[in-house]
């Protein structure tokens, strides 16, 4: 794909790096004069110091020696992160009692749908339960893409957000009327509030997901790189903004993994020994807590004003640079798109004023955005064969093997569903981990562990989850007496009735390793992704690059559907080991094609700021012109 080849080869040496530099400098300026309202009530994180001679910027030699730090991180960024642990916890907290809800029937004599044996309420059965929580999880990572738009181009991420958990807040009410005595005896009532609140909820999530993530780092101003002296031991170090970024975002997703793991592991309580009423209840009080907190920090945060649809200029531009390079000779075609001259031809330097487009109204160095913005979609065009391996494991709303896998080995009275939340413990364990000691380390060491290098490892530590897996499901087939029918039905030799498979002596803690490598490879992959959205993506286009690093989810989903023949025995080994497979080629074929993007990552970084303007003249564009040159 164009986007991802030769994004960074204008950008070459120290003395083009400086140019850069210079340039964003002046954009930060111009941005600074444009929304000097909001930044006023930044505390001094869009402020003078950063642009200030005490700050210089690093030097080549510099930055190939000097240690990398972060920047400090303001305390008004972790009530951003508590909003997206409340909102977490009431998506987890309500959608992990959907399956009991959807497919086990009522219990006698409930009006609740409580029971220590077995909680239920419509009866629907399995099948009716993987269809609705299926499009659930597809639901819910497709609306983003409409969240992404409404805020980059109309309202702004405050706005975005506080309005749709207003529309979220109103789905899960809908979701409590789904439970209540009087409707949960009447399953078509029930199942009508529950269709109707899902969808309601989507429309909340897609609005909320891609734009609280930007929100969070937003808090920080405008960064560049610079070097600073510690005043403790008088070391020169490079303060970098990727690394507070990655360290912003590590602890954004502890956040997140607080508020699943509670949510899940408490409404499981609460279903068995109150009803599903609670169930839904409680995420809901969580989520209320959500907009007092928006509301609190509405002339706290820094807001960036949407700068109006640039979604359609921006296709409108990929367009028009293949225009000409296309071939009926593919190889043809691919020399043509990879030429070097793929987004240079489309600057707007690149035309006259009786040649120029009229929807072309932008500098340069939004090209160069955007050109930036197209290489980390293609970047994310390889991770739904990562979420694959992940819903293998961890994702108890799609396609989690393992917990099956557990029902069949000695679990010596662990639930074979309480395994899986071994995956969000070790993210907690492993995301401080990685922040305070291992990162820095390398680091120190002088390893640069860049996004590329990152999101491959997860690819290969998801691999490894997944030939752990595989053995284990070995060794239950050679140690069942039912052989490669392991969770399949039996013969009594002594009754003659027919039995369940025991259980294979192998105890349940086998499965640990799976989990702790799929959340090992959740830092190393998905954290990375947070990070390389917003990084990469133009300015006003951040929402939606977001949203569409989401969006794979939901294709990792619809993919994971054509392994739903080998997810049961005797072909389990194949289904582990064939998402291994793709685990390595991806991994490999990924590390390959993108990783010249990790040796000019920090030139991608300190592109300039493109502009854009809404009324356009002639003269307008040759004034944005002159800066972009």
């Not at 181009?153 to 439970?179: E, M």
């Not at 408490?266 to 169930?279: D, H, I, K, N, R």
């Not at 991994?587 to 493109?610: M, S, V």
Request: aromatic share 12%; charged share 15%.
């Amino acid at each position: 794909m164009p986007a991802g080849d030769s994004v960074a080869d204008p950008i070459v040496g120290a003395e083009l790096r400086a140019e850069a530099q210079d340039e964003r400098k002046n954009s930060l300026v111009v941005a600074a004069e444009k929304d000097a309202a909001a930044t006023s009530t930044a505390e001094g994180q869009v402020s003078g110091d950063l642009l200030d001679a005490d700050y210089p910027s690093p030097t080549t030699e510099e930055l190939a020696t000097l240690r990398r730090v972060s920047n400090k991180i303001p305390v008004k960024l972790f009530s951003i992160a508590f909003i997206e642990l409340c909102e977490r916890f009431s998506y987890y907290g309500s959608t992990v009692v959907f399956t009991n809800f959807i497919q086990q029937a009522l219990p006698p004599g409930s009006n609740t749908g409580a029971s220590t044996d077995q909680p239920g309420a419509l009866g629907m059965g399995q099948r009716a339960s993987t269809g609705i929580t299926t499009f659930n999880q597809f639901w819910q990572y497709c609306m983003p893409l409409l969240g992404a738009y409404v805020a980059d181009a109309h309202w702004g991420r405050y706005k975005t957000i506080s309005a749709a958990l207003g529309v979220n807040l109103v789905g899960h009410c809908i979701l409590i009327l789904s439970a209540i005595p009087p409707i949960i005896v009447n399953p078509k009532a029930a199942l009508a509030c529950l269709i109707l609140a899902i969808l309601i909820i989507g429309f909340g999530t897609g609005g909320f997901k891609p734009n609280i993530s930007c929100l969070i780092v937003e808090q920080l101003g405008e960064q560049r790189l610079f070097v600073k002296t510690l005043p403790k031991t008088g070391e020169r170090v490079i303060v970098d903004p990727a690394v507070t970024t990655e360290k912003i975002y590590m602890w954004f997703y502890f956040f997140i993994n607080v508020g699943a793991l509670v949510g899940q592991i408490t409404m499981v309580y609460a279903e068995q020994y109150v009803g599903f009423y609670l169930s839904f209840t409680l995420p809901t009080i969580m989520l209320a807590l959500c907009p007092l907190v928006m509301l609190w920090g509405r002339k706290r945060y820094v807001r960036r004003e949407p700068d109006g649809s640039v979604l359609v200029p921006a296709l409108k531009t990929f367009v028009l640079a293949q225009r000409g390079r296309w071939s009926i000779n593919p190889w043809a075609t691919w020399r043509n798109m990879h030429d070097g001259t793929f987004w240079d031809s489309v600057k707007p330097s690149r035309f006259t004023a009786e040649t120029r487009p009229k929807w072309m109204t932008f500098d340069d160095a939004w090209v160069d955005e955007l050109r930036r913005g197209f290489a980390a979609c293609a970047v994310f065009c390889w991770y739904p064969i990562f979420w694959l391996c992940y819903n293998q494991n961890a994702n108890k709303l799609v396609n989690n093997n393992l917990v099956s896998q557990a029902a069949v080995l000695q679990r010596h009275g662990v639930p074979n569903d309480i395994l899986s939340n071994l995956n969000p413990f070790a993210l907690l364990i492993f995301i401080p981990l990685n922040d305070f000691i291992i990162y820095p380390a390398l680091r120190k060491a002088g390893f640069r562990l860049t996004p590329i290098r990152k999101i491959t490892m997860g690819f290969f530590v998801g691999a490894a989850a997944m030939i752990w897996a595989a053995v284990v499901q070995h060794y239950i087939y050679q140690k069942s007496v039912c052989g490669n029918m392991a969770s399949k039905t039996m013969t009594d030799p002594v009754s003659g009735e027919t039995v369940k498979c025991p259980p294979v002596d192998i105890n349940v803690w086998a499965q640990t390793g799976s989990y702790v490598l799929i959340a090992l490879a959740e830092v190393f992959a998905s954290i990375t992704s947070l990070e390389y959205a917003y990084s990469k993506a133009p300015k006003n286009m951040r929402s939606m690059v977001q949203a569409v690093a989401l969006f794979m989810t939901s294709f990792a989903a619809a993919i994971g559907q054509a392994f739903t023949g080998l997810s049961t025995d005797p072909l389990l080994v194949w289904n582990y080991a064939v998402v291994a497979i793709l685990a390595v080629i991806a991994g490999t074929c990924f590390y390959f094609q993108f990783r010249d993007l990790d040796i000019h990552e920090d030139e991608l970084n300190e592109l300039p700021e493109g502009q854009m303007i809404k009324n356009v003249s002639d003269e307008k564009i040759v004034q944005m012109d002159e800066k972009s040159n």
